[in-house]
């Protein structure tokens, strides 16, 4: 056999089964198992090399092995997937001793050797109290996504000159909150890349034939709860730019650069605009002001906003404890 040679059809096809949330055994036509997936020695105690072999009926408690054994058989006389015992209560059998509730869908399987049984086995009661997680972690994101938007709006239409103002602001703000959430979904909301925050925020604003942009240093890992406020911060500086700075004549451009102090565990973002308008401190902060500085303190950070003659320049300083230094991309 050429060592080089990748994984066989038949490994391949376990390493899938390992992937699945459900514990996995794959019986043959005599009940026996021939593979069994990691998950189910958390679920039934036995280390799966030791169920090799065994009989099926090792996991199902004594006075329901009649039972698992007839729902065997009449699934290898018509094999198509079903779940088994279809409005039963299941049982199986730990190592133990103990019993749990279970469910149990079984496929069809054609091997080399003939037909197997690929029987993916789910805890009921550990999936209900998963989906009661699930379900609550929902119902918590929804409400301050709910929250998020309900000040998004009123804030925008209440500092707004005009209704057309304000409805451009909310859609803007909007619309950079669904990018966030895109790059979460993606991630599973594990996080995103900095860059990829920072090129989504800034691509409604830029031009493929007159760069406005330079982003440089942003190979930074981010963790979920700070994608938000960052994105939400870069939109605003969008869109102050479009309004009043850098974007607002044909000649401006914007700088983005983001360092890492390792002594001082912290990490630096600073967008500096130029070719611009001149600029002036507002009288008053405005909501987008307000907002920018709020973001910053939910990461636990500080900003600063300067408005110097070249253009505005605003410095995001927050804690390395919210970011994870990762490889460039």
Partial sequence: MDANAGPSAEAQFH????????AIVIVDQTGRINFASNRIEAMFGHAPDDLIGKPLSVLIPERCRGLHTGHLDRFMSDPTPRMMGTGL????????????????SLSPHRTRDGLVVVAAIRDVELAKRFQELLFGELHHRVK????????????????????????????????ALGKAHDLLLESKWLGAKLSDIVRDAIAPF???????FAVQGTHIQIPSEAVLPISMSLNELCTNAVKYGALSNATGRIDITSTVDDDALRLKLTWTESGGPAVSEPARPSFGTRLINGLAA????????????????????????????????
């Fill in 144 to 175: 301050n996504m709910l929250a998020t938007v309900i000040s998004i709006t009123s804030q925008s239409l209440r500092t707004a000159r005009s209704l057309e103002e304000g409805r451009s602001a909310v859609e803007s703000r909007l619309v």
């Fill in 89 to 104: 209560e299941l049982r199986g059998l730990r190592k133990d001793g103990s019993e749990l509730q279970v469910e149990i």
């Fill in 206 to 212: 830029d031009s493929h034939d007159v760069r406005r």
């Fill in 298 to 329: 939910q990461l636990r950070g500080s900003v600063r906003l300067r408005y110097e003659p070249i253009g505005l320049v605003y410095e995001l300083d927050i804690p390395l404890s919210t970011t994870q230094i990762a490889g460039s991309s």
């Fill in 15 to 22: 390493g899938f089964l390992e992937e699945s949330p459900d």
